[in-house]
């Protein structure tokens, strides 16, 4: 069942037991997936693209949290919070820091990066290669650690 159908059914169910949020979250989801596929014209997406798109809700739902925060609104934080929950069910499981950390080394091996300069190659390299199973932000920390 791919991602989309998987979607859809959670959409479904969530309508029937008449749980607002997850309803208004997916149907969110479902609306930037429908704008995504007539914006380029396919029927369908693949599962990786769909993935990109819950990582942009996923990174707005954080900087959404952080403002609300500052901003002493914990009731949006909460309503945020159980949002990003919701998102974060449907991406692939993340790697941990240890194996993340070695996929970067690896990549700079590699291309044989040496200095700062050449970090957007470096990021580039490894997004491919971890499709979503992590954080951009994390992944600059490190690279930008390991590049001197």
């Known amino acids: 069942m791919s991602l989309e159908e998987q979607i859809e059914n959670k959409f479904k169910t969530a309508l029937k037991q008449k749980d607002k949020i997850q309803v208004s979250t997916l149907r969110m989801l479902k609306a930037e997936i429908i704008n995504i596929k007539l914006e380029q014209n396919k029927k369908a997406l693949k599962d990786e693209e769909i993935i990109k798109i819950i990582q942009r ?3 707005q739902h954080k900087d959404s949290i952080e403002q609300f925060e500052k ?3 914990q009731d949006l934080a909460e309503k945020e919070k ?3 929950a919701i998102l974060s069910s449907y991406m692939p499981e993340q790697l941990s820091a240890e194996e993340l950390k070695k996929i970067i080394e690896d990549v700079i091996k590699e291309l044989e990066a040496t200095s700062k300069s050449e970090m957007g190659k ?3 390299s490894v997004m491919v290669r971890v499709k979503g199973r992590a954080d951009g932000k994390k992944i600059s920390q490190i690279v930008s650690n390991l590049l001197r």
């Open 57 to 59: 809700q996923v990174k």
């Open 71 to 73: 901003g002493k609104r």
């Open 82 to 84: 159980k949002e990003l």
């Open 122 to 124: 470096v990021m580039k």
